[in-house]
């Protein structure tokens, strides 16, 4: 490990830099042995760090602000395919309505909330279905309904949930997304259902008007991407979502001016999520987490076998490892060893990103153990949450990066008696996993070495 001894003044000028984000110099009482030869502040820039992808197997994508529709491609992490799962609430009041009403139409309702990534100019292809009720048996050998709609044990909805559902669809969608667009859309759904629901409506039968048989009668609903679609994605407003039966009544002494409609939103109470079906095969993490091959497959993937990158993706799963092997040995190489500050620069691959897959601001950072398992969000020493923040340099010529300060996670390491191993992890935040698919790479190699960049500061007593 090579490491470069600076003058007091050399070591005074880094530390006006970094003293907005890092410990403050005037925290450490430098003393007489501070002149001695033996002695002396080291920047350490050579520490070596070991990279490698992880993809989590699943993530928890319940109840979330919006709703991911389409699938997405790029060659650094894979495919992505969206699919919303979502109850419909009975909504609509049915208890007097006038007589002489005329089915017109079932739609759905919903609002773009301006999210997508990908070609916005191309058609987009997905199905609604219903998703299917389960019945079971009491005791006494009468009939009872299942809810098929559960979360799992721990109350969570995660992106590698399914639920199964009607083969039969209840209409085919395609259209051109209008993301930025601040409006109600609507499409059509099949008119034989939706005769079905008016029907249904104004015999006012007990599957409209209370909440458990509606949701016997309709469990809720998905909205299937087409399979050979993966050239876009966009995001829909989760509140804006409704089902909505369309009529008019048969004699009026006016003509209709106003639309009229029964209404039919999102379940409040009820259960959403974010199905995220992923598939790697084809990309630079090639078999990871594949399934149909295991003996291939790995939930982790070194940067040397990546072309010396490594991977973010929201919805997916995918995050960045760092581990750093060389933060216990700090405390054997001198009598006395005071950390200062530590931070890591990493930049992102030039054509991993773009207008339409934008970087995003902050990553989140976890503490991981040796089996990849979240230890912990990494935070402070107060318990404040210490995040891997974007900097966009003023320069035109120069790169965006992010820089994660790992003091605290050096100060950690230095205060066990033994390597425990633990390793950093970044990836979107966690707010955000299920509602973005948004990708890129962090790269590593010989002809650029600023893409992984770490400085520790260190005051080190070497005499006896």
């Given amino acids: 490990m090579e490491r470069s ?4 003044a050399v070591f005074l000028f880094a530390a006006s830099l970094f003293s907005c984000n890092f410990s403050k110099v005037e925290d450490f009482q430098l003393g007489k042995d501070f002149v001695n030869s033996t002695s002396g502040v080291v920047m350490i820039d050579t520490m070596k760090m070991v990279t490698s992808t992880i993809h989590l197997d ?10 991911l529709v389409g699938a997405y491609t790029n060659n650094f992490t894979g495919q992505a395919t969206c ?8 909504g609509s009041s049915i208890s007097s309505l006038p007589t002489g009403l005329v089915y017109d139409s079932l739609v759905v309702k919903y609002n773009y909330d301006g999210y997508y990534i990908g070609d916005t100019t191309k058609l987009v292809a997905f199905s609604v279905k219903k998703i ?13 309904n299942i809810s098929p709609f559960k979360t799992d044990a721990d109350g969570s909805l995660y992106n590698t949930t399914s639920f199964k559902l009607d083969d039969r669809s209840l209409g085919d969608i395609k259209v051109y997304p209008h993301p930025k667009m601040k409006k109600d859309f609507f499409f059509r759904l099949s008119d034989d259902y939706g005769m079905t629901f008016f029907n249904n409506i104004i015999n006012k ?3 409209m008007q209370n909440s458990s048989e509606f949701q016997v009668f309709l469990p809720g609903i998905a909205l299937v991407s087409a399979v050979d679609q993966n050239q876009m994605a966009f995001g ?18 006016v003509d209709q001016v106003n639309a009229t409609f029964f209404n039919f939103p999102v379940d409040a109470s009820g259960l959403w999520f974010n199905q995220i079906l992923y598939n790697s095969q084809g990309s630079y993490l090639g078999s990871i987490s594949q399934n149909n091959n295991p003996l291939l497959s790995s939930t982790e993937l070194q940067s040397s076998s990546t072309y010396n990158q490594t991977m973010v993706q929201g919805g997916t799963g995918v995050y960045t490892k760092i581990r750093i092997p060389g933060a216990q040995f700090l405390k054997g190489y001198a009598k006395k060893v005071v950390l200062i500050s530590a931070q890591i620069q990493l930049t992102p691959t030039i054509n991993s990103y773009s207008i339409t897959n934008q970087l995003p601001d902050t990553l989140a950072v976890y503490v991981i153990d040796r089996r990849n398992v979240i230890s912990s969000q990494y935070s402070s020493s107060l318990g404040s949450n210490i995040f891997a923040r974007k900097v966009v ?17 050096f100060t950690t390491e230095l205060g066990t008696s033994t390597t425990s191993g633990n390793s950093l992890m970044l990836g979107v935040l966690g707010t955000k996993t299920g509602q973005s698919l948004n990708s890129f790479s962090f790269s590593g190699n010989l002809l ?8 520790v500061y260190c005051y080190i007593d070497k005499s006896n």
């Fill in 5 to 8: 001894f600076r003058v007091i």
């Fill in 58 to 67: 699943s993530i928890v994508t319940s109840k979330p602000a919006r709703l």
């Fill in 83 to 90: 699919t919303p799962y979502l109850q419909i609430s009975s």
């Fill in 132 to 144: 299917t009720h389960k019945q079971g048996y009491n005791s006494n050998g009468s009939l009872y």
């Fill in 205 to 207: 039968n007990d599957s």
């Fill in 236 to 253: 829909i407003s989760q509140k804006s979502i409704s089902l909505r039966v369309y009529y008019h009544e048969k004699v009026k002494p």
């Fill in 393 to 409: 340099p003023a320069a035109f010529d120069q790169l965006p990066y992010y820089l994660l300060d790992v003091t605290q996670f």
């Fill in 448 to 455: 650029n070495s600023s893409m992984f960049k770490m400085s």
